[in-house]
C-alpha cells in the first residue's frame, strides 16, 4: 500500500510560503529595507545551516556506530572530530559569500530609501567587508563550539552511565541537533538582521548629511524592556550607543545586533536605527554631496590599506611549520585538558611542545578556582587552535573560545621574545611574561561569564567617575593595551594578566579583581 503524501507536502510548503509571506510583510512594516531580499536570505541561509547540521550529524552517528564503545568513541574518536572542525568550515564558507552580498544589496538600498540622489552603486567600504568576513568566520566557530558543547554533554552523562552506543546515538539524534528547523530559521533570521543593522550604519556613515544616529524600537511583539527604554537615544555616527542589558551588563554597541550584544539581546530583535541629518549638508546640491560621499569612502579605504600595509610591514614572522605531535601525545593533551575542565579544540594540528599546551590548560585552571563558572558553567573554557590567525595577534577571544595562534604558540622561547618586547614597550603590564598571554584571555572568559565591567571596577578602585578619568588610570596603573579600547573592555583582562602574574603580581590589578569580592591578594 503506498501512502498519498502529496497533501502533506502541499500543506507544509503553503506552511512555509505563509510563513515567509509574513516575515516579508512584518520587516516592511517594520520600516527594514528590500524586506522580499530579506526573506529570500533567510530562506537561503537556513537551508544551509540545516544541511550542514544533518550532514555533520550523519557523519558523527555514523563514527559512532563504528565505535567499539563509547568510552572508546571518546576518548580516541570524537577529540578527532572536533579537531577536524568540520561544521565550521562548511557554514564558514556558506556564511562569507552571502554575507558579503547581503552588506552590499541592503547598503545600496538603504541608500536609495534614505538618500535616492546619492545612490549610483553597491559601493561599500574595504573595512566593512573585512568587519563582516571576520564575523561570518567567527560566528561558524562559535556555531560549532556550541554544536560540540551539546555533543560532548551527551558524551559526558554516557559515559558516567555506562550507556550503550545504540542509546547514545538515540540520544543525539533527539537532542535537536539533527532536527534543526526551528533553531536553524532563528539564526538565519538574526543574522540577515544583523546585516541589515551594519549595513544602515554604513549608509550612514557614506550619506554626508547623517552626522548622528537615533536607536529605534519597532514595537515587535514581546518587546525588551531596555531596548524599548533606549528608544530615541541618540549618539554621533561613529559612536556607540550605551544598553544596560537584562543581565545588568553595560554595553555599548554600534547599532542593534551589534556582535558585541550577547544573543539575549540579538535573538529575535527587530530594532532599527533613524538617521539625523545636519541640515546645512542638506542644502548643498546633490552633485556636492556625492563628491563628499566619494571623498569620505576614498579616505576610508586609503586608510584602511595604510593599515594593512603598516601591518605586514610590522608583521612578527613565526618559525616555520613543524612536524606535528603524534597521535600519542594528542591523545595526552586532551586527556590531561579533559581531566582539569579544560576543553580543546583542533590540537591534532599543533606541531609545537605539549608542555607548553599543558601550561596553557594550567593557568586556566588556576583562575577557574577563583571563577568556577568558566569550567562548570553551561559552556566551560575552551582553548582552540587557529592556524589563520593574524601574525601579530598572540590570541583572541570570542565569547567562552580563546583562539590561540597556532604560529605563535609553535615555539615557546620564540613567542616568549616577543612578548617582552612588547612588555618593555609598555604596551602589556610591567612584569608579566608569555604566560599572561592566556591570563588576559581568560579574563575576557571570565568577563564574559560574570559580568564585569572594567570602567565601572577602576572608578570602583580609584575613586574617579569619568569613563576617561579610568581609562587614563588604567594606562598609568596597568598598561597602554588596558587603555587601548574607550569601552575599558582590555581592562579586565590586563588586570587579570598583572593579577595572576607568574612574576611579582600588580597591586593595582589585584585591586580590581578584589573588588569582585572573589580573590583575595595571593602569597
Known amino acids: 500500500m503506498r501512502l498519498n503524501v502529496r497533501p502533506l507536502m502541499d500543506a507544509i510548503e503553503a506552511y512555509i510560503r505563509k510563513a515567509d509571506d509574513d516575515l516579508e510583510q512584518t520587516l516592511a512594516d517594520e520600516g527594514y529595507t528590500a524586506p522580499a531580499e530579506a526573506v529570500a536570505a533567510v530562506s537561503r541561509i537556513e537551508d544551509s545551516i540545516a544541511e550542514s547540521y544533518d550532514r555533520n550529524t550523519e557523519n558523527l552517528l555514523k563514527r559512532i556506530g563504528e565505535s567499539a564503545g563509547i568510552e572508546n568513541f571518546v576518548t580516541d574518536v570524537w577529540p578527532e572530530i572536533q579537531s577536524e572542525a568540520a561544521l565550521r568550515d562548511e557554514l564558514h564558507e556558506a556564511f562569507r559569500s552571502e554575507f558579503i552580498s547581503l552588506l552590499e544589496t541592503f547598503t545600496t538600498s538603504w541608500m536609495i530609501d534614505e538618500a535616492p540622489d546619492l545612490a549610483g552603486d553597491n559601493r561599500v567600504t574595504k573595512p566593512a567587508i573585512r568587519?563582516?568576513?571576520d564575523w561570518s568566520e567567527e560566528l561558524a566557530g562559535l556555531m560549532q563550539l556550541s554544536n560540540d558543547d551539546t555533543i560532548g554533554g551527551i558524551l559526558s552523562d554516557a559515559v558516567a552511565e555506562h550507556r550503550s552506543v545504540q542509546d547514545v546515538s538515540l540520544a543525539i539524534s533527539d537532542s535537536g541537533i539533527r532536527a534543526a528547523g526551528y533553531k536553524s530559521r532563528r539564526a538565519a533570521i538574526t543574522e540577515v538582521l544583523r546585516i541589515e543593522s551594519y549595513s544602515q550604519l554604513e549608509y550612514m556613515r557614506q550619506d554626508p548629511a547623517v552626522e548622528k544616529k537615533e536607536w529605534?524600537?519597532?514595537?515587535?511583539?514581546?518587546?525588551?524592556?531596555?531596548?524599548?527604554?533606549?528608544?530615541?537615544?541618540t549618539v554621533p555616527v561613529d559612536e556607540p550607543f550605551v544598553l544596560v542589558g537584562k543581565d545588568g551588563v553595560t554595553y555599548r554597541p554600534m547599532c542593534p545586533r551589534d556582535t558585541c550584544l550577547p544573543a539575549s539581546e540579538s535573538v529575535n530583535c527587530h530594532c532599527l536605527m533613524k538617521p539625523v541629518r545636519d541640515k546645512s549638508i542638506l542644502g548643498m546640491s546633490a552633485e556636492e554631496r556625492r563628491t563628499m560621499r566619494e571623498r569620505y569612502m576614498d579616505e576610508v579605504d586609503a586608510?584602511?590599506?595604510?593599515?594593512m600595509d603598516a601591518e605586514k610591514e610590522d608583521q612578527i614572522e613565526w618559525p616555520e611549520p613543524g612536524e606535528k605531535i603524534s597521535s600519542g601525545q594528542f591523545k595526552e593533551i586532551m586527556k590531561y585538558a579533559r581531566g582539569k575542565g579544560v576543553s580543546l579544540s583542533g590540537f591534532?594540528?599543533?606541531?609545537g611542545d605539549i608542555q607548553t599546551l599543558k601550561d596553557l590548560v594550567d593557568d586556566v585552571d588556576e583562575i577557574a578556582a577563583d571563577f568556577p563558572l568558566i569550567k562548570d558553567g553551561r559552556k566551560s573554557v575552551t582553548i582552540m587552535l587557529d592556524t589563520t590567525a593574524n601574525p601579530n595577534?598572540?590570541?583572541?577571544?570570542?565569547n567562552h573560545m580563546?583562539?590561540?595562534n597556532a604560529d605563535a604558540f609553535r615555539d615557546a622561547q620564540r613567542l616568549s621574545e616577543e612578548y617582552d618586547k612588547l612588555v618593555e614597550s609598555g604596551w602589556f603590564v610591567a612584569g608579566t611574561d608569555y604566560r599572561s598571554i592566556i591570563r588576559h584571555e581568560v579574563g575576557h572568559v571570565v568577563s564574559n561569564k560574570y559580568g564585569l565591567n572594567g570602567l565601572d571596577a577602576v572608578k570602583a578602585v580609584a575613586?574617579?567617575?569619568?569613563?576617561?578619568?579610568?581609562i587614563l588610570m588604567a594606562k598609568e596603573r596597568l598598561s597602554d593595551y588596558a587603555a587601548f579600547r574607550s569601552d575599558g573592555t582590555e581592562i579586565i583582562s590586563?588586570?587579570?594578566?598583572g593579577a595572576y602574574s607568574s612574576g611579582e603580581k600588580n597591586k593595582f590589578a589585584l585591586q580590581i579583581l578584589g573588588s569582585f569580592g572573589i580573590i583575595q591578594e595571593k602569597e
Not at 220 to 230: G, K, L, Q, S, Y
Not at 494 to 497: D, K, M, Q, R
Open 348 to 351: 591534532k594540528e599543533f606541531d
Open 463 to 470: 575613586n574617579v567617575s569619568s569613563d576617561d578619568a579610568a
Open 216 to 233: 529605534l524600537h519597532t514595537w515587535a511583539d514581546h518587546p525588551r524592556e531596555n531596548h524599548v527604554a533606549i528608544s530615541g537615544q
Open 131 to 133: 568587519f563582516i568576513e
Open 303 to 307: 586608510e584602511w590599506e595604510a593599515k
Open 402 to 404: 580563546i583562539c590561540i
Open 494 to 497: 590586563e588586570a587579570f594578566s
Open 393 to 398: 595577534d598572540f590570541a583572541v577571544t570570542r
